[in-house]
Every structure is written in structure tokens, then in C-alpha cells.
């Protein structure tokens, strides 16, 4: 594939899609995002969402990665297994439309009863490694509807776990008993931290879950705190999970600003250091990575 003209990177995930148009040079001359993820898009309608996505950003070439590759995607790409770095992705494309569209195939763990998956995140994360804003062995987290933590290893991924954090406070949000409480603003404060700590100290994240309603009706907790209370119960949770596999030192925070600002503050109440790095800027520069390989 020629990418002479440029290219229109698009990010196409489970319940929103994001899409850039990107000059020759790289730069991002105009950009798009909606709610169009790959469940909005019917059966057999991928060709005209993508028609959709050229008539808003022009007639390009376009690399594409996320859920957009998945057995629920246009076509499905198969997973390249760990360990994997961009050089393996590049080779790995899934080429559609007579090698004017391709899709990035997404990393596979697989070891022993253990088994994860990634569409998408893998662009960010290598992006950033080729990039130099972080190193090659370094350990990650990428928050989101499924948060990631990710151990690298010679610029590689090695490893990876998937907590459905994000998914679950969305689940309890919209459709659980607690859904009256948790429509109060999230962000790090006093109830986000204690919620972290008993998170990452207890094992009763369940009941602890019921606990909330029950100090609300009592009296015993004020109502507005719960949302930012079970947003930092879940993450400690999930920090305990994450944090047992990717060991002592630094930990990087990937992702939306406003997501990886949240685990920032609960990484700080674990007493570890943090670091966020942007996710919008990490994709893109996979994206011209990949590009650059492939020309």
C-alpha cells in the first residue's frame, strides 16, 4: 500500500469509533468521532460505514484496528501471539478492498489455562514504545470498558491481563441496584481513596458492593460520594490484580486523560508512582509507525 496522499487512521472500537485524516507528512489534518462502534453497525453494513467514514474525511487509504477486527468486526483478523512488537503487527495485516484498507490484527496471551486477548490497545502501547515516551520494559496499565496491564519486554508485549473494571462500574451504573447512587460526579478525593484502599486490602468486593446502599439508606455515608466510593473500590480491586503481575517500579497510565488521571490517584494511594501518557497521541504514532513499515 502507497501512502502517498496520506491515510485515514481509525480507532473502531465496541461502542464508538474515532477516525483521523492524516497528511503525507503524518499530521492530522481533520478528525471525527462518534458512536458507531461495531455493535451499531448491521449485519452486512461494514462497507457503508466505511463509505461513511471517507465521505467525512475524504477518499484514503485507511488502517483500522480495534473491534472493527473481531469475530463481531467487518472481518475477522487473527490475533498474533505474544510476545509481539509492531514489526509483527505490520507483517500481520488483514488487507481488504484491494489493499486499500487493512486491519491490525490485535495480540494474543496464551499460556498454559491462561488466555487474554487485545484489539486496539496494541497500537497505543507500541506507538509509545516506538516513540521513545516510554521504554521497552515497562509496565503498563490502559484503562477503559476492559482495563489492560501489560508487562513489556524488549519493546514487545510479553504479557497481558484484562480486568472488566470499566464494564462492571457501567453494568452497576445503568442497571443494578446501585444505579440511583452512582450518577454523582468521579474523580480522586477522600471517598474515591478510601474506596481504593478497601479495594486493594479486602477480598469481599461483592458484598461490599451492597454495603454501599446500606450505609446510604442508614445514614451512615453521604449519597453523592458513591459513585466516586465504588469507581475507586473497583479500581483497587483492580489494581490488586494488576499490580501482582507487573511487579515493583513505575507504572504507566495509558489511555483517556480523564481515565488515567483516576488511576494515577489509585496507584498513589498503593503507594506506587505514575505516569500518564496520552492515548489519542500514542495511537497515532503506532499508526505511522505501521504505516512507515509498509509503505
Known amino acids: 500500500m502507497h501512502w502517498a496522499e496520506g491515510l485515514i487512521a481509525v480507532d473502531w472500537g465496541t461502542t464508538n469509533r474515532r477516525a483521523w485524516r492524516l497528511g503525507p507528512d503524518g499530521a492530522v489534518a481533520a478528525e471525527m468521532e462518534d458512536d458507531k462502534g461495531i455493535l ?3 449485519k452486512g453494513g461494514f462497507h457503508a460505514a466505511v ?3 471517507r465521505d467525512r474525511l ?46 491490525v490484527p490485535g495480540i494474543a496471551w496464551d499460556e498454559g489455562e491462561a488466555a487474554d486477548v487485545m484489539r486496539g490497545e496494541e497500537v497505543q502501547l ?4 516506538a516513540e521513545g515516551w516510554i521504554g521497552p520494559d515497562s509496565a503498563l496499565c ?38 440511583d447512587l452512582l450518577d454523582g460526579p468521579v474523580e480522586p478525593g477522600p471517598a474515591f481513596e478510601a474506596g481504593v484502599r478497601h479495594g ?16 446510604a439508606l442508614l445514614g451512615k455515608a453521604p449519597r453523592a460520594d458513591a459513585g466516586a466510593y465504588v469507581s475507586g473500590l ?15 517500579g513505575e507504572v504507566v497510565a495509558m489511555g483517556r486523560p480523564e481515565l488515567t488521571e483516576l488511576f494515577r490517584a489509585a496507584l498513589a494511594v498503593a503507594g506506587r ?23
Do not use: Q
Open 200 to 215: 486493594l486490602e479486602r477480598d469481599d468486593l461483592t458484598a461490599e458492593l451492597f454495603s454501599v446502599r446500606a450505609r
Open 58 to 103: 475524504g477518499d484514503l487509504p485507511m488502517l483500522m484496528a480495534g473491534m472493527v477486527g473481531s469475530n463481531r468486526g467487518w472481518v475477522e483478523a487473527p490475533y498474533v501471539p505474544c510476545p509481539a512488537g509492531l514489526a509483527d503487527l505490520a507483517a500481520h495485516l488483514h488487507w481488504l478492498e484491494g489493499e486499500r484498507a487493512a486491519i
Open 51 to 53: 463509505a461513511g467514514v
Open 234 to 248: 473497583l479500581i483497587g480491586a483492580d489494581l490488586k490484580v494488576g499490580l501482582g503481575m507487573v511487579g515493583d
Open 273 to 295: 508512582t505514575a505516569r500518564e501518557v496520552n492515548g489519542e497521541a500514542a495511537f497515532l504514532a503506532g499508526v505511522r509507525h505501521l504505516a512507515e513499515m509498509v509503505r
Open 126 to 129: 507500541l506507538g509509545a514504545v
Open 40 to 42: 451499531a453497525v448491521p
Open 142 to 179: 490502559h484503562p477503559g470498558t476492559h482495563n489492560k496491564w501489560v508487562r513489556l519486554a524488549g519493546g514487545r508485549i510479553a504479557e497481558f491481563r484484562t480486568v472488566m473494571t470499566g464494564e462492571m462500574f457501567s453494568l452497576l451504573r445503568e442497571h443494578s441496584i446501585l444505579a
